[in-house]
Each structure stands twice: as C-alpha cells, then as structure tokens.
C-alpha cells in the first residue's frame, strides 16, 4: 500500500515542483528586467540633467573667453549628439556621453585660465551642480550595471537559462563611457 501511495505523490510532486521553479524563476527575470529598466531610467535623468546645464556653464564661460572658441564649440556640438542619442543604445550613449564629458573637463580647464571666471558666483554655483550630477550619474551606472549583471546572470545560468530562452530575455547591455578621459567627474582645483 504505502508504494502504491507514494507512486501518484511523486507523480503528481515532482511536475507541481517544476511548475513552481518555472515561475519563480519567469518572476525572477521579470524582476531583473525591471529593475535595468528603472536603472537605464535614472541614468537617463541625470543625463538630461547634465545636458540642460551646458548651455548656462557655456554662456558663463563664453563672456569670460571669447577666444576659447573651439573649447565651446565642442561641448555645444557634443551636447547637440547626446541629446539626439537619447533614444539609442546603451554602447551607443557611452561613447557619445564619454566624449561629452571629456569636452566638460576641457572647458572647466580653460576657467584655470581665468582668475575673473573662477570667482564668479555663477560659474561657482554651475560647476558645483555639475560636480554633483556627475556624481549622480556615477550612483545611477552603479545602480544601472548592478541590475544588468544580476540580469545576465540569470539569462545566462543553469536553470534559469532555461526558462529566459523560452520567454525571449535577453542580456543586457552594461553601461560604459568610452573614452578613458570621461571615466572620472571633471575636477577643476580653484
């Protein structure tokens, strides 16, 4: 008796385990994907954020150094490709926002050269905010690449790999400025 008991209880277990597993790990991958989304999100905020201060740090600048033209062309220009990149890829956006960034740090080196500028209230107030949005697109990468390496390790691993082939997930891209100079927040030392 206890054989023929066990035998439709194992048969009847093992599937309902199974189905079980599978939608823990479904749920789990809907939840990593969610949260890259919401990382991508804030990196995207601190982004615009950035881009929306350039013109006034431009401007600032401009009327302390007209004849750094090309300085200020380049970060006009750069700023012009990030905000039409919006929409693109995560490898696309890093190398044109690495590449921003490194024309920022240009320009706040160029201030080095003006003694009138650096004590200005306004460009004080704009390189500090922009010292704390650099620093807030670092927290959101961090925040992004994390949930990105929790995705790709469930896309990737035994079992889960199983059920992320089966509904389409897919890796995610991880979230890196190209140009090596764009790696660190623009530091000017007044």
């Given at each position: ?25 479904y749920?789990r991958?809907?939840k ?24 006034n ?8 150094a ?14 012009a490709?990030?905000v039409s ?15 921003l ?32 949005v650099?620093?807030?697109i ?8 994390g ?12 079992p889960?790999?199983l ?8 890796r ?14 623009p530091?000017?030392?007044?």
């Amino acid at each position: 008796m206890p054989s023929s008991f066990l035998l439709p209880v194992l048969g009847i277990g093992i599937p309902a385990l199974v189905i079980l597993w599978a939608i823990f790990a479904y749920n789990r991958l809907v939840k990593y994907r969610q949260q890259v989304s919401e990382g991508w999100s804030g990196i995207d905020v601190q982004l615009k954020k950035r881009s929306n201060l350039i013109p006034n740090l431009v401007k600032v600048v401009k009327g302390y150094a007209a004849h750094e033209k090309s300085t200020l062309t380049d970060v006009t220009e750069l700023r012009a490709q990030c905000v039409s990149s919006s929409g693109s890829g995560v490898d696309k956006r890093g190398e044109v926002e690495g590449g921003l960034a490194s024309a920022l740090a240009r320009l706040l080196l160029v201030a080095e050269n003006y003694p009138d500028l650096k004590a200005d209230n306004s460009f004080l107030d704009l390189q500090s905010t922009l010292t704390e949005v650099e620093n807030d697109i670092e927290m959101a990468r961090r925040y992004y690449n994390g949930a990105v390496r929790l995705m790709n390790v469930s896309v990737e691993s035994f079992p889960s790999n199983l059920i992320a082939k089966q509904f389409r997930f897919t890796r995610a891209e991880y979230f890196q400025l190209e140009n090596s100079d764009g790696r660190q927040a623009p530091r000017v030392q007044l």
